[in-house]
């Protein structure tokens, strides 16, 4: 893994994240977590049905489990060094079901110098056990011109 | 502002098919309206739960001493609270309650972080509607202030209507 000092940072380096095991139980606390109690997490027999040519046939993990996985990643890996998690964007590519383990990863994609300040551009993904992409995005972490070298 | 604060008095209303009718279809959400939305006061427990449920464990969101010897001098939120608080701001017929919306994207940004102990408002939006291969599209536009009108948040985000 990559340590998160900007001036060495470059191009294909990668950060690595937690992996996480997906359970009923661990979509149900998220629902408790989140709030969001929407029955495509909760409810099996509504999830028999179709959604429109999609059939999930089961329950399904919140999307945002995967934001807030990678957003955990990039809070861990740039927090200690003074560095400051500015933006995620994501979007959803598969379902992630009870019985799953996502994990996700970054790779840097560029650096940039602003009048103010310094950025680092990551691409990140999460991949399941088959190692599927679920979730994709593009993060951006600035590194202030005080933070620590290391 | 005659609003009621989201809290302990009024219990979440954890089944989502409950107000489904009060909720605005695809057809009646206008792009530009503004969304009712709720102050909520985030609390220490809300973020130490939010951070089980993700597997947090960073002591900036955790633990109160060493938090106030950090650089935020306190215990912060993880910047990606605002999952949670998109349902806290928003009231039970909120059409992002409707059973069935598929989140398919979002965008956010981050300004500063949330505390516990905040009173949290959100201004909300559809900003834009369409349709693609047959499904139902609406983009939302958020942004969350803490109380003394600082913004915490903003962001972007498209979810699939329920037909």
């Not at chain 1, 003074?82 to 996502?102: Q, S």
């Not at chain 1, 990863?105 to 680092?120: C, F, L």
């Not at chain 2, 989201?6 to 489904?20: I, L, V």
Request: aromatic fraction near 8%; hydrophobic fraction near 40%.
């Amino acid at each position: 893994m990559t340590s998160a000092n900007f001036d060495a940072l470059k191009a294909g380096d990668t950060i690595d994240g937690p992996a996480f095991a997906v359970s009923r139980e661990s979509i149900r606390l998220f629902c408790d977590a989140s709030l969001d109690y929407n029955p495509l997490h909760l409810d099996d027999d509504y999830m028999k049905g179709d959604f429109g040519k999609t059939n999930f046939g089961g329950i399904i993990m919140h999307g945002m489990n995967n934001f807030g996985l990678i957003s955990r990643m990039l809070t861990d890996w740039a927090l200690p060094a003074g560095a400051i998690h500015r933006r995620l964007e994501t979007r959803w590519l598969k379902p992630v079901k009870p019985g799953d383990t996502i994990r996700p990863a970054g790779t840097i994609k560029a650096k940039q110098t602003t009048a103010k300040s310094r950025w680092v551009l990551v691409d990140v993904a999460v991949q399941n056990q088959r190692g599927e992409t679920v979730a994709a995005g593009e993060a951006m972490l600035e590194f202030p011109a005080s933070a620590k070298a290391s | 502002m005659a609003q009621a604060e989201s809290s302990a008095a009024t219990p979440f209303e954890t089944d989502f098919w409950k107000d489904a009718k009060l909720r605005k279809m695809w057809d009646d959400i206008v792009p530009g309206e503004p969304r009712k939305t709720l102050p909520y006061k985030l609390t220490q427990e809300a973020i130490a739960l939010y951070c089980r449920a993700v597997g947090e464990t960073n002591p900036l969101y955790l633990d109160e001493a060493a938090a106030k010897a950090g650089p935020y001098g306190g215990l912060i939120a993880p910047p990606a609270i605002h999952i949670l608080l998109m349902f806290a701001c928003t009231p039970a017929d909120d059409w992002m309650r409707s059973p069935g919306t598929v989140n398919a994207g979002q965008s956010w940004s981050y300004n500063i972080p949330a505390r516990p102990g905040d009173t949290i408002t959100l201004q909300a939006r559809a900003l834009d509607k369409f349709i693609k291969r047959e499904r139902l599209f609406v983009v939302h536009d958020n942004v969350f202030f803490n109380q003394h009108g600082d913004v915490i948040c903003s962001g972007r985000g498209q979810t699939i209507r329920p037909m």
